[in-house]
């Protein structure tokens, strides 16, 4: 490919970017879907290959999960969580956990790897915070509902992520006894948990020292260098970036708890970590296009049978947490809402990126026998984003419709009384 095409591929992706925001919010149309089919489109019209992006997909993962936990973290007001988001939070681990299992028994059933089948379940488990997000700003919800997908969606992306490092690394281990594969795990995210909080409480500190405007730049280069060093001490770095930015996002009563001066460019770091989101974003669910090979049906049938799986999982446990409470009202919208996003797309290759890491380290004829099988994670999960995003928008509005006619009804009752 010539430059100028690769400049014209790059620029035209941002407009489409953008403007696929903008439809997004005003019809409730999921963004993901656009570009999705537009990286599919491009790679048929044989524009480009797609096996000139292939090797850039462990880079290009690595920095879109970079990116994608430290805005969880900073999107993240841990106070909420721990004191106000009790029910949420129950709703949010119930149904990644259930996911899980029910993933696992279904590759089993069909002579797959459980273990696998877990991570998938872990991968697809939590609703998208992004694209969940841009459909509740479009529709007329209460604030309490509002509130409560919001809050769901941060969590579950920090779940999903988290149980696809454990089980990732377990997948590595090869080894059986629980104790020692969770002594091996615990000791990686202790590390890694320790130099997230400790960075993040010194960035914290020498924020307002660094030169006005520079403020997102030296932050982003910490945070890059901060997952490589933790890799590098035999830490999470996933963890670390993640810890980090819960620091950051929490940085206004951090400073009120230990009556240090704000900064001038902390409100600049959000705008820009926004920007650049919608950067990754963009560029990640095309790139996840180019480089899927679609067209196994095997691998289609578990998309659509782990998405119908997810939706029962999501009703009755979200109908149970929420027996007799404010939200028992709002248990259909709150069903129908079930979009899975970038943290699905970016997941979906993690785990054959670290395997690939593995084996050129140490050849594992076990773990060879799995990479075809970790392989086939980025169609399902192409998959199931696209049915996701698909009976999202299809139920969303019914389930709207229902809830408008109820008071409809109960008012016709009442008048019917009066009558007679």
């Keep these: 490919?010539?430059?100028?095409?690769?400049?014209?591929?790059?620029?035209?992706?941002?407009?489409?970017?953008?403007?696929?925001?903008?439809?997004?919010?005003?019809?409730?149309?999921?963004?993901?879907?656009?570009?999705?089919?537009?990286?599919?489109?491009?790679?048929?019209?044989?524009?480009?290959?797609?096996?000139?992006?292939?090797?850039?997909?462990?880079?290009?993962?690595?920095?879109?999960?970079?990116?994608?936990?430290?805005?969880?973290?900073?999107?993240?007001?841990?106070?909420?969580?721990?004191?106000?988001?009790?029910?949420?939070?129950?709703?949010?681990?119930?149904?990644?956990?259930?996911?899980?299992?029910?993933?696992?028994?279904?590759?089993?059933?069909?002579?797959?790897?459980?273990?696998?089948?877990?991570?998938?379940?872990?991968?697809?488990?939590?609703?998208?915070?992004?694209?969940?997000?841009?459909?509740?700003?479009?529709?007329?919800?209460?604030?309490?509902?509002?509130?409560?997908l919001t809050i769901e969606s941060s969590i579950t992306d920090i779940f999903s992520i988290?149980?696809?490092?454990?089980?990732?690394?377990?997948?590595?281990?090869?080894?059986?006894?629980?104790?020692?594969?969770?002594?091996?795990?615990i000791g990686k995210f202790a590390v890694g948990l320790f130099i997230g909080l400790a960075l993040g409480l010194t960035a914290i500190l020498l924020l307002a020292r660094i030169q006005k405007g520079y403020n997102y730049m030296i932050t982003f280069a910490t945070v890059i260098l901060l997952y490589s060093a933790t890799e590098f001490l035999n830490g999470s770095g996933a963890i670390a970036v993640l810890a980090f930015g819960i620091i950051l996002g929490n940085e206004m009563p951090i400073r009120k708890t230990f009556k240090i001066k704000l900064?001038?460019?902390s409100l600049q770091i959000k705008q820009f970590q926004n920007e650049i989101s919608f950067f990754i974003r963009t560029f990640f669910f095309v790139f996840l296009g180019i480089v899927v090979t679609l067209g196994n049906m095997q691998n289609l049938l578990i998309a659509v049978i782990l998405m119908v799986m997810l939706y029962i999982i999501r009703y009755f446990v979200i109908n149970f947490c929420t027996l007799n409470t404010e939200f028992a009202e709002h248990t259909k919208i709150l069903s129908a809402i079930n979009p899975r996003g970038l943290a699905t797309a970016v997941l979906a290759t993690y785990p054959l990126i670290v395997v690939q890491n593995s084996l050129a380290e140490n050849s594992s004829q076990s773990l060879l026998n799995l990479l075809p099988q970790l392989t086939s994670l980025s169609e399902i999960a192409f998959y199931l984003i696209i049915l996701s995003l698909a009976f999202t928008t299809i139920l969303v509005p019914l389930a709207s419709a229902k809830k408008q006619e109820e008071p409809a009804k109960k008012k016709n009752r009442l008048n019917t009384g009066k009558i007679l």
């Design 162 to 185: 988290i149980f696809t490092i454990v089980l990732t690394q377990t997948l590595i281990s090869g080894i059986i006894n629980f104790q020692t594969i969770f002594q091996g795990i």
């Design 1 to 148: 490919m010539t430059v100028e095409s690769i400049f014209l591929i790059l620029g035209g992706i941002l407009f489409i970017g953008y403007f696929g925001e903008l439809l997004s919010k005003k019809f409730a149309l999921p963004t993901a879907l656009l570009l999705l089919l537009i990286g599919y489109g491009i790679k048929m019209t044989g524009f480009v290959n797609a096996n000139d992006f292939v090797d850039l997909q462990e880079l290009f993962g690595s920095l879109a999960l970079i990116v994608l936990l430290f805005d969880g973290g900073m999107c993240l007001n841990i106070f909420d969580v721990i004191f106000k988001s009790g029910r949420v939070l129950i709703i949010g681990i119930a149904i990644t956990l259930i996911a899980m299992a029910s993933a696992a028994a279904l590759f089993m059933i069909m002579g797959f790897d459980p273990l696998i089948g877990a991570i998938i379940g872990a991968v697809a488990g939590g609703i998208g915070s992004s694209t969940t997000i841009s459909i509740v700003k479009s529709l007329a919800l209460p604030k309490k509902i509002q509130d409560f």
């Design 263 to 265: 900064a001038d460019g």
